[in-house]
């Protein structure tokens, strides 16, 4: 199978270094507040737009830290499957050669080619899709699955991924799904 695989949320725990950003501008939640909700719903419209206007200078995205697993899942789906990563870059164009070398430092494995920045992931054309935004999965033409993180533990959705751990194994399920 051929699987797209999102960068923020999913590979990189952009989630953890956003908290740091807000925290250092003097704003924190609990995890039950961020339930659902994204970050940015949740600030001060002037700490929101501190936060914005650095994700827009692109820098942040270059020393987030991968998500656990991660790396280890990467390469045992890439024995079996041509992994592809689509990130919604465009929504901050600074990033993409930060995101470039990220990849680069962080998955060394995934061919520079198979790197999409993009804005509509609705493009990507691959069987499967793992994101951490189900609104990606609309005009997406393969199968979604959506990485759990705080703000989409409320979604219904038919495939979900904890964990990377259980990613080969959910892969080979949905391959053998999609076989029958």
Avoid at 5 to 25: C, R, W
Avoid at 86 to 95: G, I, L, N, Q
Avoid at 117 to 146: E, N, Q, W, Y
Wanted: hydrophobic share 45%; net charge negative; proline share 4%.
């Amino acid at each position: 199978m051929r699987i797209a695989i999102d960068m923020d949320e999913v590979l990189a725990d952009t989630h953890s270094a956003k908290a740091v950003l807000y925290a250092e501008l003097g704003y924190s939640w609990s995890e039950e507040e961020l339930r659902g909700r994204k970050m940015g719903e949740l600030a001060p419209a002037e700490i929101e737009a501190q936060v914005e206007g650095e994700l827009q200078k692109g820098l942040f995205f270059a020393g987030i830290d991968p998500i656990a697993g991660a790396r280890e899942a990467v390469e045992a789906m890439s024995e079996r499957h041509e992994i592809f990563i689509a990130t919604a870059a465009m929504e901050y164009p600074a990033s993409c050669a930060h995101k470039v070398a990220w990849m680069h430092r962080h998955f060394p494995s995934v061919k520079t080619l198979n790197l999409v920045m993009c804005g509509d992931k609705s493009i990507v054309a691959t069987d499967v899709l793992i994101d951490d935004s189900p609104r990606h999965f609309g005009g997406f033409g393969g199968t979604g699955v959506c990485f759990t993180a705080l703000h989409n533990m409320d979604e219904d959705v038919p495939y979900r991924l904890d964990s990377w751990v259980d990613a080969p194994t959910l892969m080979d399920r949905i391959a053998a799904e999609r076989a029958a």
